[in-house]
């Protein structure tokens, strides 16, 4: 119901490294090896309104990344997408979701870190992440599986 096309990504090794070595290096998260053998990328997932991939990571993990062309529009939305991802992380019985925020403005990661901690929605199984769009594994597209 919210999603546009998605594709299972268990047969793809490389992809999974790649997510698997993302979300350990990158998020900090510690889950362990298992989590990783069941990803699924879901290209311009509309429960968010703007440009980004999600990641359903082994029926544990929802991950939403998102690369604006300004992180301001993030920022001013930021209410939304927390109660967005969380809604869909309850409903799907996702232990955390972590919204990620890549971004090359330095600016961002203060501003946007701030706002993130004065968002009266925010649990602490929700987590921000604002990272530098390198960091995103460049070979993980549900359109190109």
């Known amino acids: 119901m919210f999603y546009a096309q998605s594709f299972q990504m268990n047969d793809i090794k490389h992809t999974n490294t790649s997510i698997k070595h993302f979300v350990r290096e990158h ?83 203060a501003s946007l870190q701030a706002a993130f901690r004065s968002q009266p929605n925010v649990d602490e199984k929700t987590h921000l992440h604002v990272i530098r769009p390198e960091a995103i594994p460049s070979n993980v597209s549900a359109e190109s599986t």
């Open 27 to 109: 998020l900090g998260c510690a889950c362990p090896d298992e989590v990783f053998d069941n990803i699924r990328v879901v290209d311009r997932c509309r429960i968010f309104d703007l440009s980004n991939t999600v990641y359903e990571i082994g029926g544990r993990l929802l991950v939403a990344v998102i690369t604006p062309s300004d992180w301001h529009e993030v920022e001013n939305n930021l209410a939304q997408l927390i109660d967005a991802g969380k809604q869909f992380r309850d409903q799907h019985g996702y232990n955390r979701f972590r919204l990620v925020i890549a971004t090359g403005d330095t600016d961002a990661i």
